[in-house]
C-alpha cells in the first residue's frame, strides 16, 4: 500500500476554486493510477476523477468541465483542480491509489487499496 496525504481544502464560496493535492510517500506518481472520491454527510462515497499510469483521465459526470485531474511530476503530487463550485461539491475529498495500470473500475472504490485520511471541502457564502 502507498502513504497518501490529502491537503489543500478548505471553505470556497459558490462559483469559487479550490485546488487539492495529494503527495504519495515512497512512490512516484508516475507509477500509480489515482483519483479522487468524496463523501458527504449521508451519501455513499463516489468518485470524482481518476488518472491512470499513463495519464489516461476519467471524470464523473456531473464534474467534467469543472474539475480537473493532473500528476506534478516534479513535485510527486497529485493535483485536482476545482472550479464553478457549488453546494452539491461540498463534502470529505479522498485521495486513492494503486501501483499498476487500471483498465477498467477507475471510478470504483473497490478498485483502489491505498487510501489518504481526506480534506474537507465546504461550499458557503
Known amino acids: 500500500e502507498v502513504q497518501l496525504k490529502e491537503s489543500g481544502g478548505g471553505l470556497v464560496q459558490p462559483g469559487g476554486s479550490l485546488e487539492l493535492s495529494c503527495q504519495p510517500s515512497e512512490f512516484p506518481v508516475s507509477s500509480l493510477s489515482m483519483a479522487w472520491f468524496r463523501q458527504a454527510p449521508g451519501k455513499e462515497r463516489e468518485g470524482v476523477a481518476a488518472?491512470?499510469?499513463?495519464?489516461?483521465?476519467t471524470y464523473a459526470d456531473d464534474v467534467k468541465g469543472r474539475f480537473t485531474i493532473s500528476k506534478d511530476h516534479a513535485k510527486n503530487m497529485l493535483v485536482l483542480r476545482m472550479d464553478s463550485l457549488n453546494s452539491e461539491d461540498e463534502a470529505m475529498y479522498y485521495c486513492a491509489a494503486v501501483s499498476w495500470r487500471l483498465i477498467t473500475g477507475f471510478l470504483k472504490a473497490s478498485t483502489y487499496n491505498s487510501w489518504g485520511q481526506g480534506t474537507q471541502v465546504t461550499v458557503s457564502s
Open positions: 488518472i491512470n499510469v499513463n495519464e489516461y483521465s
